[in-house]
């Protein structure tokens, strides 16, 4: 053996180690990658083709879930939205705080600037940061104070994201307008805008009043301002060319989110999308009506998805897709006929929007708040199914831990850090989860208890089952996915023991 085969063979063994020792490196560096949240509306763990929906096509969601973890037990904090996105911003579940309910669009501010929130998490570690999309978390001092024609704060900048491009609160409540930063998008000075909840600010004419004048009419409520032809839940007069046109809402906070990742595509960024689909009123753009047999709420499902590959693809475009983290998932369970007549009821034709769940929007009983959960990251993510325990009051901490940006004890009252479990390393997430709709129902593995108490055991409106009984219940989730057989009879031991924990949580600091 000569030494220049001697040699060679000591470069590449050499080259190797190199190799190797980077490869350690990169991976055992704090984790950076670009984070894209995409917050649906009301979309049920059945509505995605990657869940078993099987007439509405999601090319660019299974595709996510094609390269990334697809969770099976996955949850909203509560099962309507305003507590869902309170919890996810704070890290604390919503029942703690008064004033979290279902907000009008009116609504003060309810989130504290003086306390952390996942955007100054990642604004802490250096994130250029922004949200597009629902906001319904309140904007302003609150009614009759909020400056609709003037500088609006507190907001989302006050919350640690730098850029906001939002809706106030829902498309079917006024003020049916964007906001951008701190200020409405498209006001004319000479036609200001006025908003109550409480009685008409003009002699216009109303959904309820006026129905001659709908091109979607109302099947309970909404019935109040019209503005392009549906009535919504409250009074709005004035800034007539500044409202949104609600066939375009999905391209515009689409094209908003691009123009987000491209201004920012050379730096670390955090963006929260929330889409406003598949709420209501669901007035897809024409290019997506009659995609799905189900009318348009199948038809605004189909246009989710393409919001959702208008980012992909700009990530994709911009070489960002490696190393970016998107995560997709919903503020609540499903829910059918939320407030208008757009024949998503009589057009299900066999689909079932909450898959093998009872329940839905409104309910404590599973589909409330059991919804899809995707995540992606190519870089560390390997594609597989996770059947971990997950909850979104859970992303404060978890993006916290994962940018090992540190916080004291008791920064997340309820929210654990689950990084592993996120990323699909580990079949191990939380071992109890507090369900909030109207009352609690507590998890704990395969067992859901809910306690016994008064309550209509359906919502009237939305004809959804809300899991109110005046008897304890309790359901081995694993044999009984559908809440059939209420078992608690049969384990009072069980019911008791999960009955004093909910009631130890609820009346402790944290979960």
Aim: aromatic content about 8%; proline content about 9%; charged content about 25%.
């Amino acid at each position: 053996m000569n030494a220049s085969y001697i040699s060679r063979r000591c470069f590449w063994i050499f080259g190797l180690a190199i190799v190797l020792v980077l490869a350690w490196t990169a991976r055992s560096a704090p984790a950076r990658p670009n984070v894209v949240l995409i917050y649906a509306d009301d979309v049920g763990w059945g509505d995605l083709g990657c869940y078993g929906a099987r007439t509405i096509p999601t090319p660019h969601l299974d595709r996510l879930a094609r390269e990334g973890v697809r969770f099976t037990d996955a949850h909203a904090p509560a099962a309507t939205c305003t507590p869902s996105r309170f919890a996810l911003l704070s890290g604390m579940y919503a029942w703690r705080q008064k004033g979290t309910g279902v907000l009008p669009g009116d609504a003060a501010l309810i989130l504290d600037p003086a306390k952390p929130t996942l955007a100054s998490v990642f604004q802490r570690a250096g994130y250029r940061t922004g949200v597009v999309g629902k906001w319904h978390l309140g904007l302003g001092p609150g009614p009759g104070k909020t400056d609709w024609n003037g500088e609006i704060k507190p907001g989302p900048l006050e919350l640690g994201f730098e850029h906001a491009f939002l809706m106030p609160a829902t498309g079917d409540r006024v003020p049916c307008v964007y906001v951008q930063d701190r200020r409405v998008v498209g006001l004319d000075p000479l036609d200001p805008i006025r908003v109550s909840f409480k009685e008409p600010l003009t002699n216009e004419p109303t959904g309820r009043a006026n129905p001659e004048f709908l091109k979607m009419h109302p099947s309970h409520g909404h019935d109040m301002t019209i503005v392009h032809g549906i009535s919504r839940i409250g009074y709005m007069s004035g800034g007539r060319a500044a409202r949104w046109k609600d066939e375009e809402m999905s391209d515009d906070f689409a094209r908003a989110a691009v123009k987000f990742i491209e201004r920012h595509q050379a730096q670390p960024f955090f963006l929260y999308l929330a889409p406003h689909d598949i709420h209501v009123p669901r007035v897809p753009h024409p290019r997506f009506v009659g995609k799905t047999p189900h009318g348009p709420r199948g038809d605004a499902m189909v246009e989710l998805d393409d919001c959702v590959g208008q980012v992909l693809a700009a990530l994709d475009r911009f070489g960002l897709a490696r190393d970016t983290l998107v995560v997709f998932s919903s503020d609540n369970g499903p829910v059918v006929d939320d407030g208008y007549r757009d024949d998503a009821v009589t057009r299900l034709a066999g689909h079932r929007p909450a898959g093998p769940w009872r329940g839905g929007k409104y309910s404590r009983f599973e589909a409330g708040t059991r919804v899809p959960m995707l995540v992606r990251w190519p870089a560390r993510v390997k594609p597989s199914v996770s059947d971990a325990l997950m909850c979104h009051v859970d992303f404060t901490a978890t993006f916290a831990a994962l940018l090992e940006q540190a916080f004291p004890t008791g920064t997340w009252v309820d929210g654990e850090a689950h990084v592993p479990a996120l990323l699909g390393e580990s079949p191990v997430g939380r071992d109890h989860l507090v369900e909030q709709a109207g009352g609690l129902a507590l998890r704990e593995g395969r067992w859901k208890f809910i306690p016994g108490g008064s309550g209509p055991k359906r919502n009237e409106p939305t004809d959804t089952e809300l899991g109110n009984d005046a008897n304890p219940q309790l359901y081995d989730l694993q044999s009984d996915p559908g809440e059939v057989d209420n078992v608690a009879p049969r384990n009072p031991e069980r019911v008791e023991a999960m009955r004093k924990r909910l009631e130890t949580i609820r009346n402790r600091g944290g979960g």
